[in-house]
């Protein structure tokens, strides 16, 4: 793309990773509901909007996270060099999430580290080389693929703080 006549800007992001804007769903009646869960099956990228899925969310900050998360070292961490602040998630060890076709994608832009959320503050606040995204599931899915979703064991969401 150009701007005013300005060399053009090359993209942040790998030519095969564009596909265009994701849909948004405003969930907050049935018919945006059904809509975006028919999105989910067919495993297409949604945004849901407006889903009271869970109220303790709202509560959420940093100092609360921070006073509320486990010392689980499990979380998935993404780090990125400044300059790039680019990231690819793929998580080989997730059954639950089928990354099989970007198997070989180029991983240059960022690694993946695992720490528990009070390693990810201090990292990311004394690390000023480097970007970092925490990925944490607010729940896992029970082995062997149910629909049942038990809580995280980061989750702040659980019974113990929310």
């Given amino acids: 793309p150009e701007r005013g006549g300005a060399a053009p800007i090359e993209p942040r992001y790998e030519g095969w990773l564009e596909g265009g804007e994701i849909e948004?769903?405003?969930c907050s009646d049935s018919c945006g509901f059904h809509?975006?869960?028919?999105?989910?099956?067919?495993?297409?990228?949604?945004?849901?909007?407006?889903?009271?899925?869970l109220p303790p969310v709202k509560k959420w900050s940093v100092e609360y996270l921070e006073a509320h998360m486990t010392d689980w070292p499990g979380m998935h961490v993404l780090r990125s060099a400044?300059?790039?602040?680019?990231?690819?998630?793929?998580?080989?060890d997730r059954p639950d999430r089928d990354a099989a076709a970007h198997r070989g994608a180029p991983r240059r832009a960022c690694e993946d580290l695992r720490m528990s959320f009070a390693a990810f503050l201090r990292t990311s606040r004394e690390d000023c080389r480097h970007s970092h995204y925490l990925q944490a599931p607010l729940c896992e899915r029970?082995?062997?693929?149910?629909?049942?979703?038990?809580?995280?064991?980061?989750?702040?969401?659980?019974?113990?703080?929310?």
Avoid: H
Wanted: overall charge positive; charged content about 30%; glycine content about 12%.
């Fill in 24 to 26: 948004r769903v405003d």
């Fill in 35 to 53: 809509r975006a869960v028919e999105l989910i099956r067919r495993r297409e990228p949604v945004v849901l909007e407006n889903l009271d899925l």
């Fill in 82 to 92: 400044k300059a790039e602040s680019r990231y690819l998630y793929y998580f080989a």
């Fill in 142 to 162: 029970a082995p062997g693929g149910g629909t049942a979703c038990q809580p995280s064991r980061g989750s702040a969401g659980g019974e113990r703080g929310a």
